[in-house]
């Protein structure tokens, strides 16, 4: 096979060309998408968001509009898809980025690879073929090179500014439940002397459907409800974890798979649809709790004041409560969780 018969198999030396111009078009298009994407996300703060603060201060003082309430998690999950469509952007042009400069210089070379080279006849004439064939092979090299480092140094600087914000909020300073109980911010409090729960707070419990289909008995108390009479002993060791516990937020493994099957997939606070029972809480809290065997755990917290709360799994009741040391520098909180998370 003649070199013209392999020219023409593998194309025309023109539509190598197109594809070469092309791929860099659309590599320095990538480039300069990614860097202005990196501009913007590093102007934007999902952390500290002045509209649903404003929200949530209005939400502080009508806590029953429920409207308010729904409009506060709408916009915190258009922020939180905003911010993570655009790492995925970060992502996919990195990738796309590294397939047209790879393409691009793949072209070049295969023009440069098929030129013709006409014999030197004259002995005295300098054939700097060469030169130029390792000039142009340097060019395309250091010029991709450059254009996909820059690219992938603002896609890393993207992806690493929410984390840099975390760091900046926290100040680089480090809280442990250890230090608060050696410093003394840590204060159980016995629940069997404290009355200052009042008549609204009352723990009640609503009759509903079980999923087996046995109705529960409506244990609801009337008047004052009385604290825990015993004191907070010593704990004993805890039990070994099993699925029927709920350690942290999605439960076991954290991978949201609950091992029962007649669990409800739907309820309503309001109606009290599949509600076994209602417990008021001192403090706001907006959190995932904690179950572990008998004993449901939960936080409550404002501005001024973090408290832990253990209540009994079956009957709502508040076992014990403790407070915890708020630390030198309050956090800046989303809205959707406030305090207490």
Excluded: H
Aim: include cysteine; hydrophobic fraction near 40%.
């Amino acid at each position: 096979m003649t070199d013209d018969n392999k020219n023409r198999k593998w194309g025309s030396d023109q539509l190598w060309k197109r594809i070469a111009v092309i791929s860099g078009t659309f590599a320095l298009l990538i480039c300069v998408l990614l860097i202005a994407n990196y501009l913007q996300t590093s102007k934007a703060d999902p952390v500290n968001m002045v509209v649903m603060d404003n929200m949530v201060e209005r939400l502080k003082s009508t806590p029953e509009d429920t409207a308010l309430r729904e409009e506060i998690r709408m916009l915190d999950l258009l922020y939180r898809k905003a911010y993570f469509t655009s790492l995925w952007q970060i992502r996919m042009g990195g990738y796309l980025l590294l397939g047209f400069v790879a393409l691009m210089v793949l072209s070049l070379q295969i023009i440069e690879y098929r030129k013709k080279i006409d014999p030197v006849i004259d002995p005295e004439s300098v054939d700097d073929t060469m030169i130029q064939s390792y000039r142009a092979r340097r060019g395309i090299v250091f010029g991709g090179g450059a254009i996909l480092a820059t690219a992938i140094v603002f896609a890393f600087l993207s992806s690493n500014n929410l984390k840099n914000q975390f760091n900046e909020l926290g100040n680089g300073q480090e809280y442990s439940i250890e230090s608060d109980v050696s410093s003394g911010d840590i204060v159980v409090n016995d629940l069997s002397t404290d009355a200052s729960i009042s008549e609204g707070d009352v723990n009640e419990t609503i009759s509903v459907e079980s999923p087996e289909g046995d109705t529960l008995t409506d244990s609801a108390q009337e008047g004052t409800t009385e604290a825990a009479t015993s004191t907070v002993e010593e704990a004993p060791p805890p039990p070994a974890a099993s699925k029927d516990n709920f350690p942290y937020f999605r439960g076991p493994a954290g991978i949201g798979v609950v091992s029962k099957s007649n669990t409800p997939t739907d309820w309503d606070g309001a109606s009290g649809k599949n509600v076994i029972w209602k417990t008021a809480i001192p403090l706001p809290g907006q959190n995932s709790p904690v179950i572990w065997g008998e004993k449901l755990f939960f936080t409550g917290a404002n501005e001024s004041k973090q408290e832990v709360y253990c209540l009994n799994r079956e009957t709502g009741e508040i076992i014990w409560t403790t407070s915890v040391g708020t630390g030198a520098k309050k956090p800046a909180v989303s809205g959707d969780t406030g305090y207490a998370a």
